[in-house]
């Protein structure tokens, strides 16, 4: 069972980059999705959440009105769109899956069971 994230890269402010979160193993398309990040000496943080059949979405104040979080559960694959980049953006972002059967939309990391391995994002100034 995996998360693959990916499209992480070095990006100028201003920026945009998508990021993309693929399942193998079994399917999460009846998953509450999340993306976290994580800058260097600093906790894992809550970026965006969206329910399983992707209507509904919830984003940290930080990144509201520049990110967006979208899903395509025929590619068993999660989105986040990060436009207008700024340096404090820069972080390692994981994506993350509630248990089947978790409704809710969250933003708390211990509520999300199964993790990716990160994709780094470097927003230079």
């Known amino acids: 069972v995996q998360l693959q994230a990916s499209g992480g890269g070095l990006v100028q402010a201003g920026g945009s980059l998508r990021l993309s979160c693929a399942a193998s193993?079994?399917?999460?398309?009846?998953?509450?999705m999340g993306w976290f990040r994580q800058a260097p000496g600093k906790e894992r943080e809550f970026v965006a959440t969206?329910?399983?059949?992707?209507?509904?979405?919830t984003y940290a104040d930080s990144v509201k009105g520049r990110f967006t979080i979208t899903r395509d559960n025929a590619k068993d694959t999660v989105y986040l769109q990060m436009n207008s980049l700024k340096p404090e953006d820069t972080a390692v972002y994981y994506c993350?899956?509630?248990?089947?059967?978790?409704?809710?939309?969250?933003?708390?990391?211990?509520?999300?069971?199964?993790w990716g391995q990160g994709t780094l994002v470097t927003v230079s100034s």
């Open positions: 969206i329910s399983w059949g992707g209507s509904t979405t």
């Open positions: 193993g079994r399917s999460f398309n009846k998953n509450v």
């Open positions: 993350a899956a509630r248990l089947l059967g978790s409704v809710s939309k969250s933003t708390d990391r211990s509520e999300y069971a199964y």
